[in-house]
């Protein structure tokens, strides 16, 4: 049976709620870095992260048999834990949407 090499990259674009600029200086570089966690946390690999005040590019490499919905939802739901309990401090940042797309090799 022949070995399978798989290489596939997705680019996901996450926003917030109602496209406000809520991703502050403030608050960037942590999520950054909590994003990033996750992703390495579920077998991922996290090759470039930026954006602006109301929304977040993601250039990332998850495990083969990862479910790319599932994933989403993963990194989706973590960083809206964070800024509620970071709320006091920072305010909230509600992410609205999100779109993928996949780049092959």
Not at 17 to 22: A, D, E, H, S, V
Not at 50 to 72: I, Q, T
Not at 74 to 87: D, N, S, V
């Amino acid at each position: 049976m022949a070995d399978t090499f798989t290489n596939l990259l997705y680019h996901l674009v996450f926003s917030t709620k109602n496209r406000l600029p809520l991703i502050t200086d403030d608050i960037r570089e942590r999520l950054y870095e909590y994003v990033g966690g996750i992703i390495r946390g579920e077998g991922g690999c996290l090759l470039e992260i930026g954006g602006m005040p109301d929304h977040v590019h993601l250039l990332a490499r998850f495990k083969s048999d990862a479910s790319v919905a599932e994933m989403v939802r993963r990194i989706k739901a973590k960083p809206l834990e964070m800024a509620q309990r970071a709320a006091s401090k920072v305010g909230s940042l509600p992410m609205a949407g999100w779109v993928w797309s996949v780049l092959g090799q």
